[in-house]
């Protein structure tokens, strides 16, 4: 009988560390696009899968909708395994699904029946896009998504009395740890793009209300030329009246008497019949009969 066969009708009890919910959560986000992979270590007894370590699945085939261990994968896998984790077993392994879910596709069953076909292996699925997160085992010789996952600390119990250690400062020091972000970053390129947008919006209202500023300045300060009508009469082209016409509101200023103004039709004409008159009187002047 196969090792899938022996495997009881009920599903198993999986306890997992948080270090290691963490350690995997921490891989999933480093690559939001492609698919991470890693082993899981621990003991399985009795019916319960108990899960301490992870160990990252370096030099694995990884893309967007599969992931595959390698040989330089699995040579790295055995290689941390016997150095740090001797006494302990593989009892799974986990992978990302980045932005489609928590499932087993037909490449991840394949997987997991080829290479973790034992009743005390299950494979932990991760999508760091949802922050989504489930585990499949196998019950009673087929694959199923478990529902007793107990996730424990491993430090549980420690008192919490005062420790002598100093508040953490808001702002950390160049030399500590840098704790990890989850917000979004955008692109570079995207970036840039927006803040040379908003660079060019500013200006352009910064030199328009600049423009009106100037405009409304100038038409209070500096003096302004009226243009006015003056009536005259076509045929002695002298005024009639002494006043003029505001054409844009019918307003009538008052001239001085006597003077027509500068460019008036009845200035030229006026002048004009004076010289005339003051030629013929010296014409009468030195006209003497012979």
């Known amino acids: 009988m196969s090792a899938k066969a022996k495997s009881g009708s009920g599903q198993p009890a999986l306890v997992v560390d948080t270090n290691v919910v963490r350690q995997i959560r921490q891989h999933a986000r480093s690559s939001m696009k492609a ?4 082993v899981l270590i621990g003991d399985d007894r009795n019916g319960s899968i108990t899960v301490q370590a992870c160990i990252k699945g370096v030099n694995a085939d990884e893309a967007g909708a599969h992931v595959t261990f390698t040989q330089d994968t699995w040579e790295h896998i055995y290689k941390i395994k016997d150095k740090e ?3 302990d077993r593989i009892v799974g392994w986990y ?15 394949f997987i997991h029946k080829n290479f973790f076909s034992s009743p005390g292996q299950v494979a932990w699925v991760y999508d760091p896009h949802s922050d989504e997160e489930g585990c499949f085992g196998w019950v009673g010789g087929r694959i199923e998504r478990l529902s ?3 996730v424990v600390d491993s430090r549980g119990g420690e008192r919490a009395d005062e420790s002598g250690k100093p508040e953490p400062s808001y702002f950390p020091d160049e030399d500590s740890e840098i704790v990890e972000d989850r917000r979004p970053v955008l ?3 995207e970036s840039s793009d927006t803040m040379s947008l908003q660079q060019l919006v500013t200006t352009f209202f910064s030199y328009l209300t600049v423009l009106l500023l ?3 300045l100038c038409w209070y300060v500096f003096p302004r030329t009226k243009v006015l009508a003056i009536p005259f009469d076509p045929q002695t082209m002298q005024p009639l009246g002494n006043f003029a016409i505001d054409p844009s509101t019918g307003e009538r200023y008052p001239l001085e008497v006597g003077k027509a103004p500068a460019g008036s039709p ?3 004409n006026a002048a004009g019949t004076d010289s005339k008159s003051d030629q013929d009187s010296t014409k009468g002047d030195h006209a003497q009969p012979k």
């Open 266 to 268: 009845g200035t030229g």
């Open 85 to 87: 984790y001797p006494d």
């Open 187 to 189: 692109d570079s390129t």
């Open 214 to 216: 100037g405009f409304l």
């Open 35 to 38: 698919e991470v992979c890693g």
């Open 95 to 109: 992978h990302t699904h980045p932005g489609f879910g928590v499932f087993l596709s037909d490449h991840d069953t």
């Open 148 to 150: 007793q996952i107990a």
